[in-house]
C-alpha cells in the first residue's frame, strides 16, 4: 500500500494543523491506521491510532486531549487534528496502516506499512 501524508507546515505554538493520509488501497477500510511522529535526535513515537471500524481510537498521553484521529473510508483517508500544539510537537509525522485486516486494535502503535511524511514545526 502507498501512503501519503500531507498538510504540515509552520505554526505557533497554541496553533492548530490538521493531517491527511491517503491510502493507495482498495481494501482501506479493513485496516486499522495510524499516525507516528519522529523528531529531531529522538526515536519514532506512535501518536495515535484508529480502527478498521472508526469505532476505537487510542492516543499517546503526550497528545491526549488535543489531537484527534479520524479516518473516511469512503475518500481512502485518514486525519490527524491537532490542536493546542507545543513546541515539542515539532516533528515529522507518519502515517501507517495497519498489515493485517480486521485486526483487533489495542494501543496506538500500528504494525504495518509506512508512507512519507510530513513536517510539522511549531514554534514558541
Known amino acids: 500500500v502507498q501512503l501519503q501524508a500531507f498538510g504540515g507546515g509552520l505554526v505557533q505554538a497554541g496553533g492548530s494543523l490538521r493531517l491527511s493520509c491517503e491510502a493507495s488501497r482498495d481494501t482501506f477500510s479493513r485496516y486499522n491506521m495510524g499516525w507516528f511522529r519522529q523528531a529531531p535526535g529522538k526515536e519514532r513515537e506512535s501518536v495515535a491510532a484508529i480502527s478498521w471500524t472508526g469505532g476505537s481510537t487510542y492516543y499517546a498521553d503526550s497528545v491526549k486531549g488535543r489531537f484527534t484521529i479520524s479516518r473516511d473510508n469512503a475518500k481512502n483517508t485518514v486525519y490527524l487534528q491537532m490542536n493546542s500544539l507545543k513546541p515539542e510537537d515539532t516533528a515529522i509525522y507518519y502515517c501507517?496502516?495497519?498489515?493485517?485486516?480486521?485486526?483487533?486494535?489495542?494501543?496506538?502503535?500500528?504494525?504495518?506499512?509506512w508512507g512519507q511524511g510530513t513536517l510539522v514545526t511549531v514554534s514558541s
Open positions: 501507517a496502516a495497519d498489515g493485517v485486516p480486521y485486526r483487533l486494535l489495542r494501543s496506538s502503535t500500528i504494525s504495518g506499512s
